[in-house]
């Protein structure tokens, strides 16, 4: 599946966005739908997760009750609420997904294969 991320932009700190990531083919059930972010000079991180069926998600602890992860099943598409953004959220934000990853692997990079080609977000201070 293709994944396309976008919404991404500049915003000061304390405000809000919302990134959308789509698909070229609809996404099966057992699809887990990720969000990973890159900030300059660091590695790619895990941010939140969500399972297309049943909609269980997990959360980075660095984003926990600031960021939610949702999904429209009508519009196959993957949200992430982004609020109370900080200067350290700047990034730039991929969604990837996979079928039938191990809720165990559900935070690392390498559980999944298909990878949109990111979206920049930028909090002013």
């Known amino acids: 599946v293709q994944l396309q991320a976008y919404g991404g932009g500049l915003v000061q700190t304390g405000g809000s966005l919302r990134l959308s990531c789509a698909a070229s083919?609809?996404?099966?059930?057992?699809?887990?739908i990720g969000w990973f972010r890159q900030a300059p000079g660091k590695e790619r991180e895990f941010v939140a997760a969500i399972l297309w069926s049943g909609g269980i998600t997990r959360y980075a602890d660095s984003v926990k009750d600031r960021f939610t992860i949702s999904r429209d099943v009508a519009e196959n598409t993957v949200y992430l609420q982004m609020n109370s953004l900080k200067p350290e959220d700047t990034a730039i934000y991929y969604c990837?997904?996979?079928?039938?990853?191990?809720?165990?692997?559900?935070?690392?990079?390498?559980?999944?294969?298909?990878w949109g080609q990111g979206t920049l977000v930028t909090v002013s201070s």
């Open positions: 083919e609809r996404f099966f059930s057992s699809h887990i």
């Open positions: 990837a997904a996979n079928t039938k990853i191990p809720m165990a692997t559900i935070t690392a990079r390498s559980a999944y294969d298909s």
